[in-house]
């Protein structure tokens, strides 16, 4: 089987180490990867801040960087999340606004094609034991794009459930919102530090060693707020966690 | 005086959240009850296996009606009179109060008991009625202790819950003796106490009281029923015993049958109470033949049928689903946002989720807080979860942003109109601009990214502009040797 990457750009540019482990766990698993270089942003931080026009040459590139690939993974709950249900409201306003029938078309074409990196190996790839090794205590938080937006159910929390000497602990209040939420994290920023600050608090309190998440943009802001805290946990990604092996420990 | 007599007052969201953030009482009062409800809340819905099919329902119904508003207004309209009612039509806060203010001062009396109402809210009624000498005194609960603490309520179901108990002992010794009867002296802080110390205090009011005003939670277009839910029974008091009723309702709370009160019979009082059934459902018609003079309940009974923004909103198809809204307070719940910032920082009387999509389309986008509301969420869902009737509410929130940020079609008054993009984001359109053209040329984004890498050490710790907003309390991540897209390149050669 072969798919296409889509990093999304703030994996690419702040957390190539997820990318990397995202082709090593599908090499692992037998699929074949490849990387368009055409992609770059989805556009979310656009569109969720009200700027729709800007979106627009953004999903022509995504769409036209990915076509005729049958699947296209991605280590990003939000960005799938944009493709897949905002990429065909977007065409539908385009049209509405009498223009840009070509765009939905692109929109309409690609959102089926997306995958998150959970959803591809536990539907499509049908595994959940993926033969990783990770003898470390670790709590996972569901980033909300994920939890509600894709509805990923508890598919992350089989797979980490599955990694030889992992210890899985819940994370109280999981489903709460950690406060990113793109230029929230900015344009409210007193709200979003106390929402961060209680969701790193309860990831605390569980004893974990390590908070996991499927969205690098939510663990940049909790990841942020334990460094300036001070605070022993770290953050993983999941990809990371899943790519580790006895033989290839994490580096 | 203006739609919303108090809005000059209202900073931008940020700015009012900041201060409701750093109140460490506030914030546990608020935790607390909310944590509590929405616990309560999952655990009454879930009693409902038909719960997803309900809220279709509920959603079908209300959007049926607002589709054939007119037609159903009018049908109320005849239905209200034939029972003996009559009926008002206002355009916006100013002529509403103008109507119940003249209405009031008919009857020859200077004070009015009421119904906690979010309509007579939300057009500012009691500051009106004081204006014009008329003393309004509210009956619920919570709505008596923001009144006595002369505070502004910051929750559409409990506009008390930013107050503990020991705060509602404190304002019911200081201030009952100003307006009737005093507390009781000495007065605990024990819910039964204050609960007690209320129903003496409201016992007189009721008794005297010769006019009430009400809002309603649902209007039958069929058979011109009005009807209210409530939990204390003080309601059903304003409802029965004055001579005259003047109920200020929505026009969207119309509902086609008495049949499809059903739905909401059973998803409001779960949604908002998490009660299975609320104690006190009063529902009237016009003046039946039980009521009038030597009957039960007024003798007269006047509806106001209140727009103040609501067609306009009605005009915007993507926005238009907030008018499904049974104001049940569960988004206020769960919102994670709403829990830190409290209800005031809202600036309107619909705080939470609902109040950020609500409060820009009846009042437009021009003021601070206004344009400000849209973005005072992280888009994370729960709301939308939730909602009894699934008003798509981080849909709403995004197209809303997009009438701030970039401009774009609207109605107000009646009249389509273009709305210009908000001055206060030209730098912002700048920056998503920027980034949408480096964006959108990969080999400038892998020079710029180069560049970054290679002036990693020099990353201050602290970044100047919007960046400090971040860097403040957070650590910028670090930046990686090299990006995918180089690794990639290194590893695998670029076929592409
Ligand atoms: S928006 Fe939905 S959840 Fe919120 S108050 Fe209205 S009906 Fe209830």
Redesign the pocket.
């Known amino acids: 089987m072969r798919v296409a990457l889509f990093v999304t750009c703030v994996n690419d540019a702040l957390y190539p180490r997820t990318g990397i482990a995202v082709v090593r766990l599908l090499e692992r698993l037998g699929v074949d990867v490849d990387f368009p270089a055409g992609q770059s942003c989805c556009g979310q931080p656009q569109y969720n801040t009200g700027y729709r026009y800007e979106t627009e040459p953004l999903l022509r590139r995504t769409a036209e960087a990915f076509a005729g690939h049958a699947y296209v993974v991605t280590p990003s709950g939000s960005c799938a999340a944009m493709i897949r249900e905002h990429y065909p409201r977007i065409g539908r306003k385009a049209v509405g606004e009498g223009r840009g029938s070509e765009l939905a078309a692109l929109a309409e074409d690609l959102a089926p094609r997306v995958y998150e990196l959970t959803e591809f190996l536990v539907d499509v790839l049908g595994v959940t034991d993926v033969g990783a090794y990770f003898p470390h205590t670790v709590t996972y938080h569901p980033s909300c794009h994920g939890l509600r937006g894709l509805g990923l159910g508890d598919r992350p929390r089989r797979l980490l459930a599955a990694v030889k000497g992992l210890d899985l602990v819940e994370l109280p209040g999981a489903e709460e919102c950690c406060g990113f939420g793109g230029t929230f994290a900015v344009k409210n920023p007193d709200v979003s530090t106390a929402m961060g600050a209680d969701k790193i608090a309860s990831a605390a309190a569980t004893g974990a060693e390590v908070l996991c998440g499927a969205d690098n943009s939510c663990l940049a802001h909790l990841d942020g707020l334990l460094r300036r805290a001070d605070a022993p946990l770290r953050t993983l990604h999941l990809a990371e966690i899943l790519a580790a092996t006895e033989e290839e420990p994490l580096p | 005086m203006p739609a919303f007599p108090a809005l000059p007052a209202f900073p931008a969201f940020p700015d009012a959240a900041r201060d409701a953030v750093r109140d460490d009482v506030l914030r546990a009062n608020l935790r607390h009850a909310t944590h509590t409800i929405r616990d309560k809340r999952a655990r009454a819905v879930a009693e409902l296996e038909d719960w997803d099919r309900l809220r279709a329902a509920g959603k079908a119904v209300k959007d049926h009606t607002l589709r054939h508003l007119d037609r159903y207004l009018l049908q109320l309209e005849e239905a209200v009179t034939a029972a003996g009612g009559t009926v008002h039509w206002a355009a916006d806060a100013d002529e509403a109060n103008r109507i119940v203010t003249e209405l009031v001062r008919a009857t020859g009396e200077r004070e009015v008991v009421k119904v906690k109402s979010m309509a007579t809210q939300e057009i500012g009624l009691n500051e009106a009625l004081e204006a014009a000498g008329i003393a309004a005194y509210e009956t619920d609960l919570a709505e008596l202790i923001v009144q006595l603490g002369h505070d502004r309520p910051s929750h559409?179901l409990v506009p008390a819950i930013h107050r503990n108990r020991a705060e509602i002992r404190d304002i019911f010794r200081t201030e009952m003796g100003n307006w009737g009867r005093p507390a009781p002296d000495p007065l605990g802080d024990d819910p039964r106490d204050l609960a007690e110390a209320a129903r003496l205090h409201l016992r007189e009011k009721f008794l005297r009281a010769k006019v009430a005003v009400s809002g309603a939670n649902f209007m039958v277009a069929e058979t011109g029923t009005m009807v209210v839910f409530e939990s204390e029974g003080n309601g059903r008091m304003c409802l029965t015993l004055p001579d005259t009723l003047i109920s200020v309702v929505g026009i969207e709370k119309v509902v086609p049958t008495f049949r499809d009160l059903e739905i909401f019979l059973q998803t409001l009082p779960r949604?908002?109470t998490a009660e299975r059934m609320n104690p006190y459902t009063t529902m009237w018609t016009g003046l039946g033949p039980s009521r009038g003079a030597d009957g039960d309940g007024p003798s007269a009974f006047h509806l106001v049928l209140l727009d103040n923004g609501r067609t306009d909103t009605l005009a915007d198809e993507t926005g238009r689903q907030?008018l499904?809204?049974?104001?049940?307070?569960?988004?206020?719940n769960v919102c994670p946002v709403y829990e830190r910032a409290g209800g005031h920082a809202y600036g309107s009387v619909y705080p939470?989720?609902?109040g950020a999509i609500l409060s820009p389309q009846l009042r437009g986008t021009g003021s601070a807080i206004d344009a400000s509301l849209p973005y005072a969420s992280t888009l994370c869902g729960a709301?939308y979860e939730?909602?009894?009737?699934a008003?798509d509410?981080p849909e709403v929130l995004v197209h809303l942003r997009e009438r701030v940020a970039q401009g774009g079609p609207a109605t107000r008054d009646g009249i389509r109109v273009r709305i210009r993009p908000a001055q206060r984001h030209t730098a912002e359109r700048a920056a998503m601009r920027a980034a949408r053209l480096l964006m959108d040329h990969p080999g400038a984004l892998r020079a710029a990214e180069r560049l970054l890498a290679r002036a990693r050490r020099l990353a201050p710790r602290r970044l100047p502009g919007a960046g400090r907003a971040w860097t403040d309390t957070r650590e910028l991540p670090s930046l990686p040797a090299e990006s995918f897209r180089d690794w990639w390149a290194r590893e695998r050669g670029n076929p592409q």
């Open positions: 559409i949604s908002s907030a499904r809204c049974i104001r049940c307070s569960a988004c206020l939470g989720p609902i709301c939730v909602c009894p009737v008003i509410i």
